[in-house]
């Protein structure tokens, strides 16, 4: 006999998956953009993405609190417990994948007139897809309880660290700067490494504290703006 808290548990995992397929769908999107960065065709391409992230923020914040509602009401057992804590951490990093798409989107449509974009768009391109196939295996991973899958992904990560610093230093030598300048660059790309990590670091504090808020009060702050009180 089916339960309350089996139904709960259902409905959490059917909305996880509808979260996971809209977050593939905007790497997808983004696939698109770069594909079709000559076509004329990314200014469409960039409003459907943009009108998925909001409702991908939608979807993170009614897991959220359906996890959190499960949780009280029906005191799962401990295996549903860790599944409901695994959703609930992958929604929040499924949830900031779908930020960067939005941003790498965004910045690619800034600056795709460049030169510099005309030589490194396909090694742009290939990394993208790396990383698609490494968030679409780390979902199926999960939904299939796949280990073999999540072991690819985790190994994976490290090659792709490699591949972005070798672009980087390749984008440099195809400027044609002298070697001064080349190591000026280099090494500003490892103070902007620094700078990135702090920022997550602030990003993480911010998550922490509108979890805080969640608990003193109930209220959920996510996505919405902290000058509109």
Avoid: C
């Amino acid at each position: 006999m089916t339960t309350n808290k089996d139904l709960a548990i259902r409905n959490i995992e059917q909305d996880f998956e509808q979260l996971s397929n809209m977050i593939l769908e905007q790497l997808q999107l983004l696939d698109e953009i770069f594909e079709n960065r000559k076509a004329g065709k990314q200014g469409e391409i960039f409003e459907r993405l943009t009108k998925n992230e909001q409702k991908i923020n939608k979807y993170e914040v009614k897991l959220d609190e359906s996890i959190i509602k499960s949780i009280v009401l029906y005191q799962p057992m401990a295996s549903d417990l860790r599944r409901l804590f695994a959703i609930y951490h992958m929604t929040i990093n499924l949830e900031r994948v779908g930020d960067l798409v939005d941003r790498i989107a965004s910045t690619f449509l800034e600056i795709n007139d460049s030169d510099m974009v005309d030589e490194s768009a396909q090694t742009l391109h290939s990394m993208l897809k790396t990383t698609s196939k490494m968030v679409k295996r780390s979902i199926l991973s999960f939904i299939n309880n796949d280990k073999e899958f999540a072991s690819w992904t985790i190994m994976k990560d490290a090659t792709f660290d490699e591949m972005n610093q070798k672009l980087f230093k390749k984008t440099i030598k195809i400027a044609g700067l002298p070697k001064k300048s080349q190591e000026i660059l280099n090494n500003l790309f490892d103070v902007r490494s620094i700078i990135a990590a702090i920022e997550r670091i602030g990003d993480h504090a911010t998550n922490i504290a509108e979890a805080s808020v969640y608990a003193i009060s109930g209220s959920n702050i996510r996505h919405q703006d902290p000058t509109n009180e």
